[in-house]
């Protein structure tokens, strides 16, 4: 499959990276790796030097400063790049024949290509003043520096961060309280079959957790709930989900109802210019197996700059290997409540499920896989402590096409996951 089709007319000499965070450092570390030695600038509306957000909820409080990417990934973005402003945003963008011009508060800078890797914010609904959100350092400073033993926390949203936070804050001898709107914690992406089984986890560490109610308001002493009940709480987090943070952008680019670039498997908006890549969690990509694979993931966010690199540069085959594929399955990770999740691949909303192993918990761990409807065709594995099934299914998603497994022989476990495929 190549990159793209569509290529800039000219290789860009020139190239603005807007957001230091994972995505635009990978990506200005892939330039150089791919060989590009024009001037490369970074801007980044944070002070900080880019660092990783995944710790920022596991470690809220037991890492009290941010894990550096440059330590994690060894790539230093601020070495690699030629004109780095930190605590500069981007604020608007005009989009010209073969180049662009960013609009800073410090004025407009001008290069012959764009990377747009301003990543995601977290939402915070109307009227909700007196909740934080966990997005960044600061964020992450702020609710540390309240969350000691004896407050009385309530988190509303059981979803990825939402359950972290309330595992590590339970651990810590805080008093937490999780609200969720749908039926099951991580409903949403992962349906409420499967969210059901986490619901006992939360009993487990010592968390009360209400699903199926809404809140109805955020005030100082706590939240009011949608059926009439109220809980008190010293500290309120909103957990309810991120947007991307392309608000800059304006009507440069076409964005999706939910602010996200729609882009080709070159990284190239798809109705937008050529020398312009969206990476990270601003971008959906149409992925030839999994279809429209949104944003929103730490491992989307690292491997996706080096193909959008390769496709803007036209520096060729991605590998010396030519079965290599340019298509990142889509992988998403989670430590919450004592237990260790792993998915590959992208769920649709009808897919049927199909559990390998005892969902209730066990020595073992399970899995759950999803199948294309009334179809043998695998289009995601979730793997709940059963590390065992992480290699096999990440092979699997590694073919140019979705695997077919039977799915009887993949429900059970005396049957390694791999033995389950149909040739
Ligand atoms: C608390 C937390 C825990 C997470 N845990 C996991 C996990 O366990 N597993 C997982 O798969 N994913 C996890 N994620 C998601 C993962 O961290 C993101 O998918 C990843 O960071 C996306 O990288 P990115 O570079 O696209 O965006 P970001 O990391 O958001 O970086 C974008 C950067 O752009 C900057 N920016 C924004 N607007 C502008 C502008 N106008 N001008 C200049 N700069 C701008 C921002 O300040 C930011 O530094 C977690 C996220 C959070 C917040």
Not at 24 to 52: H, K
Not at 134 to 145: N, V, Y
Not at 204 to 226: E, F, I, K, S
């Amino acid at each position: 499959m190549p990159p793209s089709p569509r290529m800039p007319s000219r290789p860009p000499r020139s190239v603005v990276v807007v957001g230091a965070g994972l995505a635009g450092t990978r990506t200005i570390a892939a330039l150089r790796e791919q060989g590009f030695d024009g001037v490369v600038t970074l801007l980044g509306a944070e002070p900080d030097a880019p660092y990783d957000r995944p710790p920022l909820s596991k470690h809220l409080l037991d890492r009290p400063t941010p894990t550096l990417l440059r330590d994690e990934l060894g790539a230093d973005a601020l070495a690699l790049a030629d004109d780095v402003r930190l605590g500069t945003a981007a604020r608007g963008l005009r989009v010209l024949p073969g180049a662009v011009e960013v609009l800073t508060d410090d004025g407009a800078l001008t290069a012959d290509a764009l990377v747009v890797a301003s990543g995601s914010h977290a939402l915070r609904p109307a009227g909700w003043q007196d909740a934080h959100v966990l997005h960044t350092a600061s964020d992450a400073a702020r609710l540390r520096a309240l969350l000691v033993p004896g407050v009385r926390l309530v988190v509303v949203g059981a979803g990825w961060i939402g359950a972290e936070v309330a595992g590590v804050a339970a651990a810590a001898g805080i008093h937490v309280e999780v609200v969720e709107a749908l039926p099951a914690p991580l409903a949403g992406p992962l349906g409420v079959a499967v969210g059901a089984a986490f619901a006992p986890w939360y009993a487990d560490a010592g968390v009360t957790l209400h699903t199926g109610v809404q809140v109805a308001r955020v005030h100082p002493g706590g939240v009011d709930l949608a059926d009439g009940r109220s809980i008190a709480a010293d500290v309120v987090l909103a957990a309810v989900g991120a947007r991307p943070a392309t608000g800059w952008l304006g009507d440069a680019l076409p964005l999706e109802p939910d602010g996200a670039v729609r882009v080709d498997a070159g990284y190239a908006p798809e109705e937008g210019p050529a020398h312009v890549r969206a990476v990270g969690d601003v971008a959906r990509r149409r992925s030839p197996r999994h279809g429209l694979v949104p944003g929103g993931h730490w491992d989307g966010a690292l491997r996706g700059p080096d193909v959008a690199v390769r496709a803007l540069l036209g520096t060729g085959a991605p590998t010396a290997d030519p079965d290599a594929l340019d298509d990142p399955a889509p992988y998403v990770f989670s430590t919450q409540l004592g237990h260790d999740l792993a998915m590959f691949g992208h769920r649709g909303p009808y897919d049927d499920l199909v559990l390998r192993g005892d969902a209730a918990g066990g020595p073992d761990g399970w899995s759950a896989l999803w199948f294309a409807p009334g179809s043998d065709v695998l289009t995601a594995v979730l793997t709940v402590d059963r590390p065992r099934d992480v290699g096999a299914a990440r092979r699997l998603f590694a073919g140019r096409t979705l695997p077919r497994l039977d799915p009887a022989r993949a429900a059970d476990t005396d049957v390694p996951l791999r033995g389950a495929v149909r040739s």
